[in-house]
Nanobody, 115 residues
């Protein structure tokens, strides 16, 4: 099993910044990908950012140039730096970790962008 501790969500004004963190623990293989997805009320969950075991990254078009994903493999932690936040970024953000044949999900952290 894999456990997660997510932090960094909250309320921020449009144009502001937040940094999400997600630390994984448990039965982890040495090589795995991690990332973030989000789900807004009434919408499907969507991929936000993904970082491979070798550090390659992918972003949703809606966040390119504003969000940056990074990881600290020694700490089994993935980060999401979110800048220039918009009201449409409001959602529950979930981190995930990919192991062979399975994706594990964190419990989610709320991000609200509002004035």
């Amino acid at each position: 099993q894999v456990q997660f501790v997510e932090s960094g969500g909250g309320l921020v004004q449009p144009g502001g910044s937040l940094r999400l963190s997600c630390a994984a623990s448990g039965r982890l293989f040495s090589i795995y990908a991690m990332g973030w997805s989000r789900q807004a009320p009434g919408k499907q969950r969507e991929l936000v950012a993904h970082i491979s075991s070798l550090g390659g990254t992918n972003y949703a078009d809606s966040v390119k140039g504003r969000f940056t994903i990074s990881r600290d493999s020694a700490k089994n932690t993935v980060y999401l730096q979110m800048n220039s936040l918009k009201p449409e970024d409001t959602a529950v953000y979930y981190c995930y970790l990919d192991q062979p044949g399975r994706r594990y999900w964190g419990q989610g952290t709320q991000v609200t962008v509002s004035s």
